[in-house]
Nanobody, 134 residues
């Protein structure tokens, strides 16, 4: 189960931190991502991270403004969003996909990049809305 929180209304230039609490599976074997869907648009990747080694990936649109990090003790994934823009307005979804299976433990930035680019993780949260006013 993935449960997001932290969305809300913010002015352009402001900041928000989204949280996603994971439960019901082995956290350390998974990669996690944040995706978003704006009204009338397809769901797109924002950022992904591997719990195996902390490798990260960011979409070009958020590079330099957003940070993704995890707290393994709390099995929580965070998305820190700075310098928000009206085009960041969307419902933000947390997602998870198992990346380490049996003796196969992949490492490196290709893991979160693939998770993000495939856009097909096995688990999804319910979403949290973010609205950025101009």
């Amino acid at each position: 189960q993935l449960v997001e929180s932290g969305g809300g209304l913010v002015q352009a230039g402001g900041s928000l931190t989204l949280s996603c609490v994971a439960s019901g599976f082995t956290f350390d074997n998974y990669g996690f991502g944040w995706f978003r869907q704006a009204p009338g648009k397809e769901r797109e990747e924002v950022s992904c991270i591997s719990a195996v080694d902390g490798a990260t990936y960011f979409a070009d649109s958020v590079t330099g403004r957003f940070t993704i990090f995890i707290d393994k003790a709390k099995t929580t994934i965070f998305l820190r969003m700075n310098d928000l823009k009206p085009e960041d307005t969307a419902v933000y979804y947390c997602a998870a996909d198992q990346v380490a299976v049996g003796g196969f433990v992949p490492r490196g930035e290709y893991v979160p990049r693939k998770l993000c680019m495939d856009r097909a993780p096995e688990r999804w949260g319910q979403g949290t809305p973010v609205t950025v006013s101009s």
